[in-house]
């Protein structure tokens, strides 16, 4: 089950009037339109949040109401239910007549760096006599703050970003030359913490509503050049892309699996009792102007070396207060083979080996009019699931 917020009227000042959906194959159910027919009467909850522009105020109800509403939605949804046949053009919007907007209200967003095999790319390329890893790697979940201001909804443009850089060992100023993709899970934190009391790791699964596909952008060129001392900067602050499509956490448990075998075992705080990773496959296409679309990229979310509850667990340990719809991204996710690798900057090895597409044009990094779909879903014998696509489109 999927929730996002949608519009598909205007209010009598001709603003959007924005409520909150849920996907149902083509469809949005109208969550909104559902309760103010009554359909939610007996929950005893606030019906007003579906008629909310983000999802925070539904999220905040709490794990309980979640689950309440979803039960009811199912039977709305279910085969055999007559419920809502005679009211189906009232509470049915298809999505080809419906604006898809940022999901939730975005206080704080926080990208983790928990991809080990992207870092270990990172490293062999740019300390190719060192180790790969940085001593700190395998002791915690590395991380930057972000900024939440330029985070889009799935579809939107994105404008290539200009920034200091060195071009042929001189300091130029201009476009990035190096614009690349990054295949990232976000968490939506689903409660707050008091600040100053770090969540416990066995307890900070039960802080993620949702999870929601990620493109972190980032202009490789601008970035060697600043993040020496401190850090991503404007190689990384001028746009990411999220899914207008959250899934709530519970859907993963069917495809729940362990992880790594974390060798040196982690501090105490770190420690976790249930398997926390996910057999959840991913994929990066990419659309050059000539319209041919191409799989560069397949993926697994299994590949991350740490996992949700060490994110969180790490995160707030020195006192940090999450709040809810903070954003919690993985880092690239990238897999072992080249072919797995969640990012251009792996795919073309920092472009010493252009990827051919079958245009006849090659790749190394991201060019205008470039279009990048990142997708995923999860199949068992019982149970499927499926996030939304992100998209995102280069602009000069």
């Not at 991809?115 to 006599?129: C, K, L, Q, T, Y």
């Not at 939440?148 to 909804?153: G, K, L, P, T």
């Not at 100023?173 to 993709?181: A, V």
């Amino acid at each position: 089950m999927l929730y996002g917020i949608f519009s598909n009227d205007t209010a009598e000042n001709g603003s959007a009037r924005l409520r909150v959906g849920v996907q149902y194959n083509e469809l949005i159910l109208d969550l909104d339109c559902v309760s103010t027919l009554g359909y939610f009467n007996d929950l005893g909850i606030d019906t007003t949040v579906f008629a909310k522009p983000v999802l925070n105020d539904f999220i905040a109800l709490g794990k309980p109401v979640h689950q309440a509403v979803r039960q009811r939605i199912t039977d709305l949804l279910r085969s055999d239910a007559a419920a809502i046949v005679d009211v189906y053009d009232q509470v049915f919007t298809h999505e080809s007549r419906a604006q898809l907007h940022l999901p939730v209200r975005i206080g704080d967003y926080t990208d983790f760096y928990a991809g080990i095999h992207h870092a270990e790319n990172v490293g062999r390329m740019f300390r190719p006599d060192g180790d790969p890893l940085l001593p700190n790697y395998r002791h915690m979940p590395v991380a930057y703050h972000g900024r939440a201001s330029s985070i889009v909804v799935s579809g939107t443009s994105i404008r290539r970003p200009n920034g200091q850089f060195m071009q042929a060992g001189a300091l130029s100023f201009g476009p990035s030359q190096s614009l690349d993709f990054e295949l990232e899970l976000g968490l939506i934190i689903g409660k707050s913490n008091p600040p100053g009391e770090p969540i416990p790791v066995d307890e900070a699964e039960s802080y993620i509503f949702g999870v929601t596909l990620f493109n972190d952008w980032s202009a490789r060129d601008i970035q060697r050049w600043e993040y020496q001392p401190l850090g991503p900067f404007l190689g990384k602050n001028f746009a990411s892309s999220m899914s207008a499509w959250v899934l709530p956490f519970e859907d993963l448990e069917p495809f729940r699996m362990a992880g790594p075998v974390q060798e040196p075992v982690p501090l105490p705080y770190l420690q976790t009792t249930t398997p926390g990773h996910f057999d959840v496959q991913l994929a990066v296409s990419l659309r050059t102007e000539s319209g041919e679309e191409v799989c560069i990229s397949r993926s697994n979310v299994q590949y991350l070396y740490w996992n949700f509850a060490q994110m969180i667990a790490h995160h707030t340990v020195g006192g940090c207060n999450l709040n809810i719809g903070d954003v919690l991204a993985t880092g690239t996710i990238s897999g072992i083979d080249p072919d797995s690798y969640g990012s251009l900057l792996e795919l073309s090895w920092n472009g010493t080996r252009p990827i051919s597409l079958p245009d006849g044009s090659t790749r190394t990094y991201l060019l205008d009019g470039d279009a990048v779909a990142l997708r995923a879903f999860a199949r068992t014998d019982n149970s499927t699931i499926e996030l939304g696509t992100v998209t995102g489109t280069i602009q000069s």
